[in-house]
């Protein structure tokens, strides 16, 4: 019993000073957000070893120098599961894209941009009756005139796609 009433003595100073900790509002405005007033631009990112970090620096050693004429092409890659079939992109001038050996539930591309050694592919899905546009961004890892690898930011480390070139540049 002493055990209780020490500990509720204990605790008493914090049921008077928890009020005045919690954030204040208007008479009429409620919100849940305790960043809601606050600007989240003072806020820092949380970086985990396994975050792929994209240096923008354009003198970074590890950086390729990659050019649009580079990239212009079709570029394919074998479909997982199905030894036969291949998938991919047809890259042209000017940000246009084209799906390439796309089926009736598969991606089709809209847009791409180079920016650096980075790849954004602008894409939705066929199927959706309300198109999510969806934006892909990799890391180029290698390109030669016959094969692409690519790093996707999303994907896990050490994970990598690679493309070979049908046909010539255009």
């Known amino acids: ?32 957000d305790t960043l809601h007033s606050h600007d989240s631009s003072l806020l820092s990112p949380i970086l985990s070893d396994t975050t792929p970090v994209i240096n923008d620096r354009a003198d970074h050693k590890d950086s390729l120098l990659v050019t649009e004429q580079q990239m212009i092409g079709r570029w394919t890659r074998p479909v997982a ?3 036969n079939e291949t998938e991919g992109f047809d ?3 000017k940000g246009y894209i084209r799906s390439l050996n796309t089926t009736h539930f598969s991606t089709v591309y809209e847009k791409w941009e180079l920016k650096k050694d980075t790849l954004i592919l602008r894409s939705h899905q066929q199927w959706d009756e309300e198109p999510v546009i969806t934006i892909d ?3 180029i890892l290698d390109i030669s005139d016959s094969s692409l690898a690519i790093f996707p930011i999303r994907a896990a480390a050490g ?6 070139r049908k046909g010539h540049r255009k």
Do not use: D
């Open 159 to 164: 994970y990598e796609e690679r493309y070979t």
């Open 1 to 32: 019993m002493q055990k209780i009433a020490l500990l509720s003595l204990a605790l008493m100073p914090a049921l008077f000073f928890w009020p005045s900790c919690r954030q204040q509002t208007a008479p009429g405005n409620t919100h849940t």
């Open 137 to 139: 961004t990799a890391l």
């Open 91 to 93: 890259l042209k001038k």
């Open 81 to 83: 599961g199905k030894e």
